[in-house]
């Protein structure tokens, strides 16, 4: 190989290796523009704050509004599966009646990317009787699997169940 052969492999060579990196380059940045930011931990731990302000307003259409349209709940205080907006609202209309108050006891959050998240733990809600004004505290089991719907988080599958000790 001559001096000027080897002088124009180098230049090749380190014209392709800058190519290369600009490419990955504004491949990566690319990517990450479409990508939306991690929420963070006590971010979506939150959203059940929004929630449980909703079931305070004791209207059960805006409970359901903060579930997505293809959500499934199954719920704390009833053996039907609901799968669809009418029998979301169906369920708080009833359970809204006890006038629900919850608080969590435990939280595990585990952010799966910028547009899901489960959280998952313990919590309890003091109901009171409609009737008799008793009030009573029921724990139970939670997951929440929230996914951002048109930039707002909305709750894709909730599951709540009573704890079996108490």
């Known amino acids: 190989m001559t001096r000027r052969s ?3 492999s180098a230049a090749l060579v380190t014209a392709t ?13 690319l990517a990450g523009s479409n990508t ?6 006590q971010q979506v731990a939150t959203l059940f704050d929004g929630w449980n302000t909703a079931l305070q307003t004791g209207d059960p259409d805006k409970v359901a509004d903060l579930y997505a349209k293809d959500a499934v709940l199954l719920p704390t205080v009833s ?30 959050v585990k952010v799966l990317d910028g547009n899901s998240a489960i959280d998952t733990g313990v919590y ?10 008793k009030k009573r505290v029921v724990k139970a089991r939670y997951s929440y699997e929230y996914e951002k719907v048109g930039g707002t988080w909305k709750i ?5 169940s009573a704890m079996p000790e108490s």
């Open 36 to 41: 939306p930011a991690k929420p963070t931990q």
């Open 124 to 133: 309890e809600f003091t109901l009171t009787d409609p009737d008799t004004g």
């Open 6 to 8: 080897m002088a124009k």
């Open 17 to 29: 290796a800058l190519v290369t990196v600009g490419s990955v380059a504004a491949g990566v940045s």
């Open 79 to 108: 053996d039907k599966v609901r799968t669809d907006r009418a029998e979301i609202v169906d369920y708080f209309e009833h359970f809204l009646l006890n006038k629900p108050v919850g608080k969590k006891i435990q939280t595990i």
């Open 156 to 160: 894709q599958n909730h599951h709540s």
